[in-house]
């Protein structure tokens, strides 16, 4: 048996099964694209959802990939032992209808025992009991003795998810020996010890189980295999666990020499170093795939696995911000495999930067709000925190909740972790109602169901806006129909269109389908799974029939509006990377014809010079009339163009470039202009933060922009009617007018002030007393904050000993003042505590020092109402 590295072992499992005639398919994203049942890919068949179910022709009916995934349904268990990863790479190869067990049986042994050498006494399989071909397979075709053939029940060896196909497993066992096991006379499969380790799993998919729990056998059965590779390259090297296979201990020993700190010889550390371990490798991927730190969905995943990576470098001991020096181990690692990697290295490695300076920052706030929280906890003689507490801490901050029952153990209290752990699980309800229930392998009931797999649709529309197409398909009602008539809402599958199907950030276009007979007006066009193109619309003439000849016409119009504004997102794209640098990347866009959505990776917001200059650049592409070029060709060498891929996008073997010139050349299968001068004019309308390190331009191009220069145009002159002034001195004239309002307000405010230190000696006939404490709530007429305050130092003064709160109003605004004089703080008064309590009442909030504090609210109706409260807290804070 050879020591294969995990690099190794992937190659030749691939290499293997590309030469029994299987595609080798690079690995899908992490994000899953058009199937809302799953957050992130968990498994190597889940991207491969649309070929089983037949939504999606595969490109081949055997196809072998290595496909990254991430699980998080135990986090909280990673780390804790050795046997717990969220990220692991997944080998298969997969059968769409083509070969079934025999051959999956056969090459699966083939490849373990005369490829990678596995002794042939060490392997064990199991099989679904009832499954007697499988059986007679491994045991007359393959040759493994009836004895290490384990028969098992249905919960282990039967795969099924609801109704649909389904069928039965057979696994392949590796036996460690006996020093890895219990001990125990009876230990054998099934055992919980580490004896036996499973690796391999494979499926037939032979059985369609209905609503009533009858099962079908298919016609076409499938093949789908899994086989983890971290744990096929442990057992090549003959290691305990997957932190020890060799490109995870390069990780692991980076952590150690940053930590200072050695693995194995501490439990604690171990768990820590585990954690990080491998939670960097799943951050790295997560990010290369699009993933941004977020407090939901998968952002939320992400930034959990940061932080806890982070937490767990402090229990180390790791004073500093570490995380990006391990993340670029590794990358190095695995970027032969995911050369994405190492393109977006920089973009990973600052997002990681980012979140764990995000982190350092709120678990100082997490501290700051636990230590209030048991200030509170124990001046009520309370001993234990609440876990709705508790989960605040741990949800808004990030604040684990090991370091809050560390810290409330240093003050003899614990926290209700019942509570918390029902917190935590409302939470995770809100994320899967977040997700569609669906049925087998996440489809769901829809069009699917009612188109033949079979039809597609040719699309037309880069070459022409015109075509005569044949009905294939009309829709209403979710039901295949014969004919459609007036006013019926339709759609329409046609043999070949000139319409656009909204895909790749662009609108699908609008316009006309017309027959003999009748008329539709296409309202929208969607791009469907299979290549099939579907157009929504209504009959507003007659009727429409299958296989009926029609003429399929687009709205010229705003097929070039939105084309107009795609091309120029090109522009855009490269211009801000000569901006702002080559770490911007696309994370998303929305092409209509009124206007264009373009949001990208940056750290900061863009300065008016900035966005001047990305404008510039954009209408200077415009103005120097350059050439747009469309390219297909193979993605390869698509890539040797050196063009920009929109990662995540899963691309075909053919390909479709986008050149402009020599300035922009990306990947895209929009509709494009013929030459950049047809944009006319490129106009910013705004920009802004849409996610951590995501920023979004808006913009309007031709017709569109040249409205709105000649809108801007008029309300410039209307500007100039009204200040009575030329438009070269408007802008001197508003500074003046400015200055004006601001002189006036001044003096408004020091004739309040002094109107209002006039009536002080009536203010102070509203003295009351608590407890011996003399105090003063009232509320005063449109002061301002700093008015407020003025107030109150006078009063406090004039008062000489007690406590002035004052409250005011301005609109919707609320402003609450108090003051305390030296005395009565000593005696326990706190004015911060006072006035954050008696903003509560009024919707907001606030605080300070013992002596002064100041506090806002959004509810002038309940200002009188807070005041009411000053003497019940007063009274509390004296008890």
């Known amino acids: 048996m050879e020591q294969l590295g995990l690099n190794e072992v992937r190659e030749r499992f691939l290499r293997f099964f590309e030469g029994k005639e299987h595609l080798v398919l690079p690995s899908f994203s992490l994000v899953p694209k058009s199937d809302k049942s799953l957050l992130l ?29 991430i699980r998080t349904p135990d986090i909280e268990r990673v780390g804790i032992t050795a046997r717990h990863g969220t990220f692991f790479e997944m080998l298969g190869n997969f059968s769409f209808g083509d070969y079934f067990k025999e051959e999956a049986i056969s090459w699966a ?78 230990c054998a499969i099934g055992c919980d010890c580490d004896r036996f380790v499973e690796f391999w799993n494979l499926v037939f ?13 298919l016609s076409h059965p499938n093949i789908d295999t899994g086989m983890g590779l971290e744990r096929i390259a442990a057992i090549m090297q003959g290691v305990d666990s997957l932190f020890e296979v060799d490109t995870i201990r390069k990780i692991m020993e980076g952590v150690s020499d940053i930590a200072r700190v050695q693995y194995g010889q501490d439990e604690k550390t171990d768990i820590s170093l585990r954690v990080i371990t491998d939670h960097i490798r799943g951050t790295i991927f997560m990010i290369s795939d699009g993933i941004l730190p977020s407090n939901e969905g998968r952002g939320y995943v992400l930034r959990r696995l940061l932080r806890r990576a982070a937490r767990h470098g402090k229990l180390l001991g790791i004073d500093r911000p570490f995380l990006s020096q391990i993340a670029d181990i590794a990358i190095r690692e695995s970027h032969k495999a995911y050369p994405e990697l190492k393109e977006k290295k920089d973009y990973i490695l600052k997002v990681i930067e980012m979140e764990e300076e995000r982190f350092d920052q709120t678990i100082d706030q997490g501290l700051s709000i636990l230590q209030t929280f048991i200030e509170d906890m124990d001046k009520n003689n309370i001993h234990q925190l609440d876990g709705e507490r508790a989960f605040r801490l741990y949800d808004t901050y990030g604040f684990p909740l090991d370091l809050t029952k560390e810290i409330l153990a240093e003050h003899n209290m614990d926290v209700d972790e019942s509570s918390f752990k029902k917190e935590m699980e409302i939470q995770r309800e809100r994320a899967r109602s977040a997700r569609h229930e669906t ?15 079979d039809i597609s649709t040719a699309f037309k529309g880069y070459d022409v806006l015109e075509t005569k197409s044949k009905v294939i398909n009309i829709i209403k009602d979710n039901e295949l129909c014969e004919k459609a008539e007036k006013d019926d809402n339709v759609i329409l599958l046609l043999d070949k269109t000139p319409f656009y199907g909204e895909s790749g950030g662009q ?41 009926e000849e029609v003429t399929a016409k687009v709205d010229k119009n705003l097929r070039m509006a939105a084309t107009r504004n795609h091309t120029c997102t090109h522009l855009l794209h490269k211009a801000l990377r000569e901006v702002l640098g080559n770490h911007v990347e696309q994370s ?47 993605f390869d060498d698509a890539k040797h163009m050196g063009a920009t891929a929109l990662f995540g996008e899963k691309y075909g073997d053919i390909v479709r470039v986008v050149k402009i010139d020599d300035f922009s050349i990306e990947l895209c299968g929009g509709t494009h202009l013929k030459n950049t001068a047809q944009a006319g004019v490129f106009k910013i309308l705004g920009e802004s933060g849409v996610a951590a390190g995501i920023r979004r331009i808006e913009a309007i191009t031709g017709m569109n922009a040249y409205m709105h220069m000649v809108r801007l145009d008029d309300i410039l002159k209307e500007m100039t009617v009204e200040l009575k002034t030329s438009t070269q001195d408007l802008p001197k004239r508003i500074d003046m007018l400015i200055g004006q309002i601001k002189d006036k307000q001044r003096e408004i405010d020091m004739l309040r002030s002094k109107l209002a230190i006039n009536s002080l000696d009536d203010i102070l006939k509203h003295k009351k007393e608590v407890n011996g404490i003399s105090y003063i709530a009232v509320k005063l007429d449109e002061q301002d904050m700093d008015g407020l305050r003025k107030m109150a130092d006078v009063l406090r003064d004039k008062l000489g000993s007690g406590i002035v709160v004052l409250a005011s109003t301005q609109g919707s605004k609320v402003f609450f003042v108090a003051a305390a004089t030296k005395d009565v703080v000593k005696q326990g008064i706190h004015a911060g505590n006072l006035i954050r309590e008696v903003a509560k009442v009024a919707g907001g909030g606030g605080g300070g020092r013992p002596d002064m504090a100041q506090a806002g609210g959004k509810d002038p109706s309940k200002v009188d109402k807070a005041l009411e409260y000053v003497e019940k807290i007063l009274a509390t804070q004296l008890a």
């Open 439 to 453: 049925n087998y392998m996440g489809t769901e009931d829809n069009l699917y169901d009612v188109i033949d797999t």
């Open 109 to 186: 042994w083939e490849f373990i025992t005369e490829d990678l050498k596995l002794p042939v006494e060490k392997l064990w399989v199991t099989i679904y009991q009832d499954d007697d071909e499988a059986f007679d397979i491994w045991h007359d075709k393959i040759g493994v003795p009836a004895e290490r053939i384990v028969r098992m029940g249905k919960e282990d060896n039967f795969w099924e998810i609801g109704v649909g196909p389904c069928g039965p497993c057979s696994e392949i066992y590796f036996d460690r020996g006996p020093d890895k096991g219990c001990g125990k006379e009876d």
């Open 205 to 217: 998919t032979q059985f369609n189980k209905d609503e009533e729990g009858n099962y079908t056998r």
């Open 588 to 634: 998303g866009s929305f092409v209509a014809p009124d206007k264009l959505r373009f949001d990208f990776s940056h750290f900061a917001p863009l300065s008016d010079e900035e966005l001047a200059k990305v404008e510039k650049i954009v209408n200077e592409k415009i103005l120097e009339s350059m050439d747009v070029e469309t390219i297909e060709t193979s």
């Open 41 to 69: 890919i968990n498994a190597g068949m889940a991207p491969l959802k649309p070929y089983f179910t037949g939504q999606e022709v595969p490109p081949k009916k055997r196809v072998t990939t290595c496909q990254k995934c």
């Open 507 to 547: 609108v699908g276009d609008k316009g006309i389908i017309k027959g003999d007979n009748g008329k539709i007006v296409v309202e929208d066009t969607q791009k469907i799974y299979g290549n099939r193109i579907i157009h929504k619309g209504k009959v507003v003439e007659g009727t429409i029939s299958t296989c």
